[in-house]
């Protein structure tokens, strides 16, 4: 065949005719005439080593031994490195390549370690490896080979060195520990007496602000209270005014209301008046108008008729008046007379004068009782009854007489009685 291939883990190298200087390729193809061109390959594969340095004595001729662990490749993408390379190690294994760059970064690390010193480079790792990195990487570069990466695996030795280095430092550490702890402790404490007083601070404050908080919100409240219940206030104040307008308005509708209908209710009584006025003046006025003509005619004849009648009766009136003069003269006389003997006999004449209407006073004191239609007696047992007991009754009041007489006029009938016998009798 012609045409070979080859990964991108792999360079192919053509030589020979008209391939001067050889065709390096790194992961493709290329065209190769048989029997006067030749086509090797190398492996561009990452190799690991494991770089092992046993009892290498430092720069205090401490004996310690190391391991390290490196990874390291052919460069492909390196013209000039991949043709360093295919001058050192065509031809040869993977194997024959990664003893190669064995042996060359042991010997690199070996001498790094006779520069340090066992605490450098055991507290310094870091700076051990990139001085072996370093000094490495500028010898295998030449050979085509660069180093991806080289970390410091192990670090022991047979002396317990690094044991009695460790106490001492594990001690060391112990100690700073305890005293880390201590004034962890002590830190703590001071900052959780510190975080307490700043958490009552905190508290208080908060209480201060939840008290001022809530003063304000009374305050707040009280006022919008105050606010509230005003337009509360002024609301029913002016509800029950509208209300009270409302009803006013209502009752001045009602009064206009009965104003109207009074006005149309004395409408229709002048109305009514007018009718009656009419009607009077139809069924009574005209009829009375007549009635009175009548009556006035009728009153003519009277008078007219009493004219003609006159002259006999005042005849007639002189007579009874001489008549009636007479009597009232007579009567004069008599009690003329009568005084004269009132003025005579005194006391006497008026005792004889109540005497005389002693009758009449029995006779009205019994007019009552004639006219009962009907009595009933009731006794206790120790009185008479019947008829007896009432004339008894009359009798008891008709000799009462004397002493309301006397008290009355103050004239005792008795006395009179025994001065003048004669006229008594």
């Known amino acids: 065949r012609m045409f070979f291939t080859c990964g991108p883990n792999e360079a192919m190298v053509v030589s020979g005719f008209c391939r001067s200087p050889p065709v390096m390729v790194a992961g493709g193809r290329v065209f190769v005439l048989p029997c006067i061109q030749q086509i090797q390959r190398i492996s561009l594969n990452t190799l690991t080593l494991n770089v092992k340095s046993e009892k290498v004595y430092t720069r205090h001729g401490v004996p310690i031994s190391v391991t390290g662990i490196a990874q390291v490749k052919i460069q492909g993408q390196n013209k000039e490195m991949l043709a360093a390379a295919c001058q050192m190690f065509l031809g040869k294994s993977e194997s024959e390549i990664t003893h190669i760059a064995l042996e060359t970064l042991e010997g690199h690390q070996r001498a790094i370690m006779a520069h340090m010193t066992v605490e450098e480079i055991y507290k310094d790792r870091k700076k051990f490896s990139e001085q072996v990195f370093k000094v490495a990487s500028s010898d295998l570069v030449n050979m085509g080979i660069s180093v991806v990466s080289y970390t410091l695996k192990d670090i022991h030795d047979d002396q317990d060195y690094l044991h009695s280095l460790g106490k001492a430092r594990t001690a060391q550490v112990q100690k700073d520990a305890r005293m880390g702890e201590a004034e962890a402790k002590r830190d703590a404490g001071i900052k959780e007496a510190k975080a307490k007083q700043e958490k009552l601070s ?224």
């Open 202 to 425: 905190a508290q208080y404050l908060s209480e201060i602000e939840m008290a001022k908080a809530q003063r304000d919100y009374e305050l707040k409240k009280a006022t919008y209270d105050i606010e509230v219940n005003t337009r509360k206030a002024e609301s029913d104040l002016a509800y029950q005014l509208q209300v009270a307008k409302t009803k006013q308005k209502i009752e001045e509708q009602k009064m206009q209301v009965l104003v109207v209908e009074r006005t149309q209710q004395i409408q229709l009584q002048e109305q009514e008046i007018i009718r009656k006025e009419h009607e009077l003046e139809a069924t009574i006025k005209k009829p009375a108008e007549a009635e009175r003509y009548r009556l006035e005619k009728l009153a003519e004849a009277q008078r007219y008729r009493d004219g003609t009648q006159a002259s006999g009766t005042a005849v007639k009136g002189e007579a009874q008046a001489f008549a009636i003069e007479a009597k009232a003269r007579a009567d004069a006389e008599q009690m003329a007379k009568k005084a004269e003997a009132f003025q005579q006999y005194q006391d006497a004449a008026m005792v004889d004068m109540l005497l005389e209407k002693l009758p009449q006073v029995a006779e009205e004191i019994s007019k009552p009782l004639s006219a009962v239609k009907k009595i009933t007696m009731v006794s206790s047992g120790s009185e008479g009854v019947g008829a007896a007991k009432m004339t008894g009754e009359v009798l008891e009041i008709m000799s009462k007489l004397p002493d309301t007489v006397e008290k009355l006029t103050g004239i005792s009938i008795s006395q009179m009685s025994q001065k003048k016998p004669g006229r008594m009798s």
